[in-house]
């Protein structure tokens, strides 16, 4: 008698593994499928739940009326709340994907360069990764590409399990990545890089890929070379980082020298004068102005004190390169390590070459202020500014004195960019050779009038001469530029040549600055303006042979000998 009352008591515990046998297979059968053995759970643990209901006497008041009752009945309505609100964050999690990037720099965020290429991606691109072992890092990386368009997509392939697009890649190592693009015929293919553990997948290099295999035109970037421009072969310290940076977003490099050549070569996209240390001469000045008179595209970077030969040519755009320097008193200079003589950037135009800057930072060592003038038909933007607490100080010979308490003059302008259509060029130049027969004629008549003044016929043997070189010399304008329409000539005048050299070009916005300019210059169809991706910073440190025994000592005796004193004193005062 006594085992037939115990047994009921017993029984009413089957609630228990029920629940959880009900559970698992709810879980089972959701995340998975409704098998068999979701199913199986599922009956068995509702035949134990029903089997411990009844043999329990929870149906009676007396059983909700105990406090461990209503105690245990709000621990478990609790913890199903918090489970239902978990389900839901969940479900709104999946449901609204986004992320709150709070790394510093937004690194786990795609940069406005790449979101942009990404987004205008018109055919279906695949990244194949030969990687037997996917690593976590790469994944989220291609991830964030793919939430920005349902075209890009990506897998890891064994080159093992699948020799034959192995071997139809050209695959020759574990580890490399591939970009394909578009279907059938039209599909491209090309090596993205080799990922290693040292080296996993970089944003930097997905994204100039994209730009290269969508880019059906190439444009072409020549550095002028001869006057002690900066190097771009990496034989020293100059514009190599640059060349690499355009060779990797596909354009074709190379240095010209127009002393030896003449003229600007015909397929220039862009020419980049770097720093010129001697005066061009005057047969360059003229083949120049002809290139960008017959709607080329010229970058030129120019130092305090140095006299190029384009200062009429810029004159002409409306610019006029003050020989002094910035100096820089708000201290912003020590952000980067530098003096007062570097110009700090936070202000920027309104233009494509600037747009996505912000208030980011560019730095300017030794940088040169521009006077930028009205002229007619030439389309001006400022592109930098220096920030308030700055001025312009004229140079001296040996060495240079910076007064820290002149009153500020800033903002100044240290960046320009310009645009004028070649049909308002023509019509100058005509203007132009109208005057200086008009002049020429007035002075000849001068000349028999008043053949006594000498000094006078110099003065305009010397204006024929200037006109010759920015006039008469540069009056046949390339026949093309006729035929394809509203074609216009651009420059891109900044006063100061270091920013973009080697070691400084991808510190802050100085490189970012330096490829859009060039982007825009290029005249594109497509071009990508924005900042570039950026890559994570290798923060570590060495540590010599005593530091390591230091922290070593630090964490394994001194920190926990501290901890065992304090407890022990504070056991003493206490008994």
């Not at 406090?67 to 709104?92: E, W, Y």
């Not at 020429?440 to 305009?460: F, G, R």
């Not at 990508?528 to 010599?544: A, G």
Request: proline share 5%; no cysteine; hydrophobic share 40%.
């Amino acid at each position: 008698m006594v085992q037939m009352k115990k047994l009921p008591q017993t029984l009413k515990y089957l609630i228990w593994p029920g629940l959880m046998l009900v559970t698992a297979g709810i879980v089972v059968g959701l995340l998975n499928s409704w098998t068999v053995l979701a199913v199986a759970f599922l009956v068995i643990g509702l035949l134990l739940l029903t089997a411990g209901v009844a043999a329990g006497d929870y149906a009676s008041g007396r059983f909700w009326g105990r406090r461990a009752t209503q105690a245990g009945t709000n621990a478990v309505v609790s913890v199903l709340s918090v489970l239902m609100i978990l389900a839901l964050i969940n479900f709104l999690g999946a449901r609204y994907d986004s992320r709150i990037d709070l790394t510093e720099g937004q690194l786990l965020t795609l940069s406005p360069a790449s979101q942009e290429v990404v987004e205008n991606l018109a055919v279906p691109t695949e990244v194949l990764i030969f990687s037997p072992a996917p690593n976590p890092q790469d994944q989220q990386l291609l991830e964030s590409y793919r939430r920005f368009n349902s075209d890009f997509t990506y897998r890891y392939v064994d080159p093992f399990a699948d020799p034959q697009l192995s071997q139809q890649l050209g695959v020759q190592s574990v580890g490399e990545v591939f970009l394909r693009s578009g279907e059938g015929e039209e599909q491209r293919t090309s090596l993205v890089q080799q990922i290693t553990p040292e080296s996993p997948l970089t944003e930097r290099q997905i994204t100039n890929k994209l730009v290269q295999i969508g880019q059906e035109n190439v444009a072409t970037a020549y550095f002028l070379q001869g006057h002690g421009e900066y190097a771009i072969d990496g034989s020293q310290a100059g514009y190599f980082e640059a060349r690499s940076e355009l060779q990797a977003q596909n354009y074709t490099v190379a240095p010209v020298d127009l002393a030896n050549t003449g003229t600007i070569p015909p397929d220039a996209d862009v020419v980049i004068i770097a720093g010129p240390k001697t005066k061009l001469f005057d047969n360059e000045v003229i083949a120049i102005q002809e290139y960008l008179e017959g709607g080329g595209s010229l970058m030129v970077l120019v130092d305090p004190q140095i006299e190029t030969g384009l200062e009429v040519l810029m004159s002409q755009w409306g610019v006029v390169p003050e020989d002094k320097l910035v100096i820089d008193t708000s201290g912003g200079g020590q952000i980067v390590g530098l003096g007062p003589a570097t110009a700090l950037v936070q202000d920027y135009g309104d233009h494509p070459i600037t747009a996505a800057f912000g208030n980011d930072r560019s730095f300017f060592p030794a940088a040169r202020p521009l006077q930028i003038r009205e002229v007619p038909d030439v389309e001006a933007t400022t592109l930098l500014f220096t920030n308030q607490n700055s001025h312009a100080q004229a140079l001296a010979d040996g060495e240079q004195e910076i007064d820290p308490n002149r009153p500020p003059e800033g903002p100044l302008a240290i960046g320009v960019a310009l645009s004028q259509s070649v049909e308002a060029i023509e019509e100058k130049q005509a203007n132009t050779q109208a005057d200086a027969a008009e002049s020429a004629d007035q002075a000849a008549a001068e000349e028999e009038a008043t053949a006594e003044l000498p000094s006078v016929e110099e003065a305009i043997e010397d204006s024929l001469t200037e006109e010759e070189l920015l006039g008469d010399a540069v009056g046949n304008t390339d026949e093309s530029a006729d035929e394809s329409g509203e074609i216009e000539g651009r420059m891109v005048i900044i006063g100061n040549s270091r920013f973009a050299t080697d070691g400084l070009f991808n510190q802050q916005l100085n490189g970012d600055l330096f490829l859009n300019s060039v982007s825009w210059l290029s005249k594109l169809d497509d071009p990508v303006l924005s900042i570039r991706p950026k890559e994570v910073t290798n923060r570590r440190f060495e540590m010599t042979v005593g530091q390591q025994i230091f922290l070593t000592l630090l964490a394994l005796v001194i920190f926990p000998l501290g901890g065992l004193i304090g407890a022990g004193t504070l056991w003493l005062v206490r008994r």
